[in-house]
């Protein structure tokens, strides 16, 4: 075992146990310390337990992260008209390198990875085939050891694009849910510019939370549609303790985007550790936050 640990991490074996190493590894690289995945102390160790435990190369796991796919599994509890309207899929370079949008504005992704996305918004503006060849080539399960994203077929997904303009990029909404109650959210704004995250609580009061991405130096307007939302979330969750539903949501109505199971691939450092320690209690049932408790004990 010793000799086997001192294989560098980037190549250690596509079995149970490389995987494994390569999860604690790259946790202890990003977080400065070991994970404790049999304690409930973290949010980040709880997060870090699902990832690998054993669970997600489970079918249902492998399902839902295909953006295609997922469409079917959102659509059978909450009806027709919450998950984007599909207006293609390019399943190899030939079709890349045919593909003509004609309904733009456009969204393309990888639908086996998150994070990648390319907003079309100008017909007379060519496409970006290189990139989407990339994202087809690109093995994500490799670079993150995430069960669920072992089985999935790359594929490049193209789909409505929804804003007040029909040009900006959206905010995105990420719902954080523990045992299908939805208990946390988080605002994204400026993607592609300024990138910032803001977190609520349900009652939209703000949470001194900065998990990977620069805070905002506002708070957010209310979604008009944010119960809505938490109607819509609450179906999708039940079969899964943790999931986080991102969406989209304005005038046109609400879309689920993906559902994530490994926020930030479960490595990044969720300060202040005071924030970590508590927020490992929205795995209790019971549980709620006092955000004036929170904001004293954080601060």
Known sequence: MNS?????????????????????????????????????GRLTDLLYRIK???SLPDTIYQFVTDKELAKLDIENPVGPGYAPETYRVLRSPDEIR???????????????????????TDLGRAIGRDLLRKWLDKDHCR????????????????????????????????LFCFHGVPKLIQVGADRFGKHTQNFYDL????????????????????????????????LLAPPFPFVRVD????????RIAELTFCPRDVNDVLPPP???IELAKLFDPGYRLDVQACAKAWS
């Open 203 to 234: 009652e939209w009061n703000r949470l001194p939370i900065t998990y990977g991405v620069s805070t905002g130096p506002e708070d957010d307007k209310t979604p008009r549609r944010l119960r809505e939302s938490f109607r819509i979330v609450s």
């Open 247 to 254: 969406l989209s949501a304005c005038e046109e109505g609400i």
């Open 4 to 40: 086997l640990r001192l294989i560098p991490w980037r190549w250690l074996p596509r079995n149970a146990w490389g995987d494994r190493e390569f999860c604690q590894r790259r946790f202890v690289r990003r977080q400065g310390r070991q994970p404790d995945p049999e304690s409930a």
């Open 52 to 54: 690998t435990d054993g």
């Open 274 to 276: 005071a924030a970590d």
């Open 143 to 174: 670079g993150t050891r995430g069960g669920n994203c072992r089985h999935p077929r790359p594929k490049i997904i193209v789909e409505e694009f929804l804003s007040e303009d029909g040009v900006s990029v959206p905010k995105d909404y990420k």
């Open 98 to 120: 045919a593909f003509v949008p004609d309904r733009v504005p456009c969204v393309l992704k990888p639908t086996h990875m998150g994070g990648p996305i390319l907003f079309h």
